[in-house]
């Protein structure tokens, strides 16, 4: 199938990139032309493993096509996929103004038949609004084609988006007009030959909110975990005997049971955010979901604190950082914890050096200047003279450290653990004051 890809971010590009890898021809818009450029000479512009070897691969099979222009890559395709961002509102509510400028100017372009797929996170209700904006176009231009609005919201993990989206749990998609369905099933076909059921087709609105209700439990499940971490540091339970001891059980699973600095992200908390507006909208309220982003809120502080009792006054304190990114495998620091640790220090007036494989360009970027924050291109380059190491985002290279050397270097031997990636008895018994995230550690050092 010829398809059309509106929005090159994390989500169309993988997704367009997949589609072209198994057989599909697609062309990728964005109105970022460098963006666009740097695409059509084969780099990648975001860090996304093996993501930049696929494009490499369909460029050269002429299956991937990279255009700013929606006006040339419209007339030649079959199906038009929207996956533009949708980040959060001032109020918390999904922010639509990309997805809806998409639609006018499919509007104002199409000139045959078309279905027009929702890649993005959108609120319930969101494909009908498209389908209005197109029509009312369609209508001002005294045209008229069927066009055929559909929901499938994505549910690829960035850093490992390639398998997710090439070995799929399910391909959700949202129909209204059951005749689109042989599309899908003929987009899809080659990535649910395993199992068919795996394309599961419901009405739109169902559809939209299995992508929020989704994210929605994942969150959940940090959040409560987060929670029993901090009841375990209190009774001297481990909150990892807890997780393995949980999520033996089937009925619950032993994925997304990770305690840590709070979840992070380009999606969880503004989906989150999201739904807790559609609720209110609607006059139902979420409770449990009001928690958990309480929860995560508190996380994030949380973290913090634990560095901030450990020194009493960190004024002029080195601290030094590994991990910026919201998770290990990529580059996006969107709504990363990072934000809030760094904030905290330097506001308590810590030099915050800081070191990420990927991320630290984005971080600097989004963050701004700061004379009190620097960056370093090797992790052990921010730990010289450093008074504490905070552990946020649990790359592999952070996997195993030469803890010889790391107290060799540091000035203090504090280390923050946020992540639960190293053994306390091991850095107890060389002599670092070692916190974790509920499982028991140094904190009975802890000056009161
Ligand atoms: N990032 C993820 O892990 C993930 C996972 C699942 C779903 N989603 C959802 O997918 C959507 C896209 O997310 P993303 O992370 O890929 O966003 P992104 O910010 O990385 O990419 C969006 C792209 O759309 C482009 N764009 C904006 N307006 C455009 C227009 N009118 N025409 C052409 N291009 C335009 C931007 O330049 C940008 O390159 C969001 O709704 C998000 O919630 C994201």
Redesign the pocket.
């Known amino acids: 199938m010829r398809v059309l890809m ?7 590009l993988v997704t367009g990139s997949c589609l072209a890898d198994v057989g599909h021809d697609v062309t990728c ?4 032309e460098r ?1 666009i450029e740097m695409l059509r000479d084969g780099f990648c512009p975001i860090f996304e493993p093996g993501l930049e070897t696929v494009i490499r691969r369909n460029i050269g099979h002429d299956r991937l096509h990279f255009t700013s222009q ?1 006006s040339q890559a419209l007339p030649e395709a079959d199906i038009a996929f929207i ?4 980040p959060e509102g001032e109020d918390g509510s999904a922010d639509l103004t ?1 997805v809806k ?2 639609a006018e ?1 499919l509007g104002e372009l199409l000139a045959k038949d078309m279905v027009v797929v929702v ?3 959108v609120p319930v209700g969101t494909c009908d609004l498209v389908e209005e904006i197109i029509q009312r176009q369609l209508r001002q231009r005294g045209v008229k084609h069927r066009i055929i609005v559909a929901s499938n919201p ?5 850093g490992d988006a390639i398998g997710d989206f090439m070995r799929p749990d399910r391909i959700v998609v949202g129909l209204d007009d059951l005749t689109a369905e042989d599309s899908f099933r003929a987009l899809y076909r080659p990535f649910i030959l395993d199992d068919q059921g795996k394309l599961l087709l419901m009405d739109r609105r169902s559809s939209e909110l299995t992508k929020y209700g989704a994210n929605a439990m994942l969150a959940t499940r940090i959040s409560f975990m987060n929670e029993l971490a901090q009841l375990c540091e209190n009774l001297g339970a481990n909150v990892d005997k807890v997780r393995l001891g949980i999520g033996s059980d089937g009925r619950i699973g032993k994925k997304f049971l990770y305690a840590g600095p709070g979840y992070g992200g ?2 969880f908390p503004k989906d989150v955010a999201a739904l807790l507006r559609t609720s209110e909208a609607h006059g139902v309220e979420l409770k449990v979901l009001q928690a958990v982003t309480d929860a995560n809120l508190r996380q994030k502080d949380l973290s913090f604190e634990k560095i901030a009792r450990y020194f009493g006054d960190l004024r002029g304190r080195r601290i030094a950082l590994w991990g910026l990114s919201f998770k290990p495998g990529t580059d996006d620091v969107r709504e990363t914890p990072a934000f809030v640790i760094v904030r905290r220090l330097l506001d308590a007036g810590a030099l915050v050096l800081a070191h990420d494989p990927e991320g630290a360009e984005n971080f600097a970027k989004e963050f701004g200047d700061h004379p009190h924050l620097s960056y370093a291109e090797q992790a052990y380059d921010v730990l010289r003279g450093a008074e504490a190491l905070v552990l946020i985002t649990e790359w592999s290279e952070y996997k195993r450290p030469n803890w010889d050397k790391v107290g060799s270097l540091m000035a203090g031997k504090a280390v923050f653990d946020l992540r639960n990636q190293y053994e306390p008895w091991e850095l107890m018994d060389k002599g670092f004051y070692y916190r974790c995230v509920g499982r028991p550690d140094s904190s009975a050092q802890t000056p009161r």
């Not at 818009?29 to 970022?32: I, P, Q």
């Not at 996956?83 to 949708?86: E, L, N």
């Not at 994505?154 to 960035?158: A, I």
């Open positions: 509106v929005g090159t971010g994390y989500v169309g818009v964005d109105l970022n963006k929606l996956a533009v961002g949708t990309y400028a998409v100017s890649k993005s996170t994505e549910f690829l993990k960035e380009s999606c």
